[in-house]
């Protein structure tokens, strides 16, 4: 993930005094995000497959293609568990001459892409329930039933695998809405159907499917609006830019902080880029420990570039 030169802060003074430039790697942001979620993903996809398979076959046997259609459905999700995992084990590759930051941007694409697949399966169930508006159909019994509870245990469990991880890393959400979504339709299935076995209200079917829908339609906006976000480089949620201005321009002998650029590598890891003005002078490679250990501990900004000035001229050419 990136360039792993932990606690190191690089100044250079240059031929010109008036710059210094330091770069800090000082842990990456990590402590967030402690876990490695590989175990979980290989559990995830082994499971979902498994049961694709059991699925499939039961919707053969039973002649029934609501089954055969559920199963195809969860095909989507072993999809997006393997977005997720791609994303994240690409995320480990090193640095490289080409991408010097390496391909943390991974998971920053495999979390957008899972919002989008998310969105077709939600257009998938839509197509389906309003045909099923038109023209209702009987359900094919307690074997559906049955599967379907299946669905929401297998579907729950592979969920819990990701849990730990949603809130800290928007890549891991995206593979753990997947499948908690899933044991909502899995779920939808199993209301409609008990419904419909002792009423005959097949008009229930297709109004469940919509609840679920609009439930599904409502986390996946938030997992696409972050993902995009994050895709064009705002600053990562949970991290307040005037506050990393105050604390960088709090610092002793700054008078002005200028370019001040923060930028997400990855779902997990943060990238500053900040000009100060110290008239006093280069402050020393202790001031740029300092300050770099600061944006690590307070805002989890592991990748840090600081350029010291000591005249307000240069800040001037720079200023936009």
């Not at 942001?29 to 498994?50: C, E, K, S, V």
């Not at 001031?287 to 000591?310: C, K, N, P, S, Y």
Request: charged share 10%; with cysteine; aromatic share 6%.
């Amino acid at each position: 993930m990136g360039e792993h030169h932990h606690g190191h802060g690089h100044s250079h003074r240059g031929q010109d005094a008036g710059h210094g430039h330091s770069h800090g790697h000082g842990g990456h942001g990590h402590h967030h995000m402690p876990t490695d979620f590989g175990r979980a993903f290989a559990i995830g996809t082994l499971l979902n497959i498994a049961f694709v398979v059991i699925e499939g076959g039961a919707g053969f046997w039973f002649d029934s293609v609501a089954l055969l259609a559920d199963a195809g459905h969860n095909l989507s999700d072993v999809l997006g568990l393997l977005i997720a995992w791609g994303g994240m084990e690409l995320a480990k590759r090193p640095a490289t001459r080409r991408f010097t930051y390496g391909l943390g941007a991974s998971t920053i694409l495999a979390a957008l892409a899972n919002a989008l697949v998310l969105l077709l399966a939600v257009g998938a169930i839509l197509l389906e329930t309003i045909q099923r508006l038109g023209s209702p159909r009987p359900i094919d019994g307690w074997p559906v039933v049955w599967v379907a509870l299946a669905g929401i245990v297998v579907n729950l469990a592979t969920a819990m695998l990701f849990a730990g991880g949603r809130h800290g890393d928007v890549n891991i959400r995206g593979a753990y809405l997947h499948m908690a979504y899933d044991a909502a339709v899995s779920a939808g299935v199993v209301v409609a159907g008990l419904v419909i076995l002792w009423t005959g209200a097949t008009w229930i079917d297709p109004l469940v499917s919509l609840i679920v829908v609009a439930i599904i339609l409502i986390g996946t906006w938030g997992l696409l609006s972050e993902s995009l976000l994050l895709a064009l480089q705002a600053v990562p949620r949970g991290i307040d830019a005037h506050a990393v201005e105050a604390l960088l321009a709090a610092q002793p002998g700054v008078i002005r902080v200028h370019d001040l650029h923060i930028w997400p590598m990855s779902t997990t890891e943060t990238a500053l880029t900040a000009h100060l003005v110290v008239p006093g002078g280069h402050p020393g490679d202790a001031f740029l420990a300092t300050v770099r250990d600061r944006l690590e501990h307070d805002f989890a900004i592991g990748h840090a570039t600081i350029q010291i000035e000591t005249g307000d001229d240069c800040a001037m050419a720079h200023a936009h």
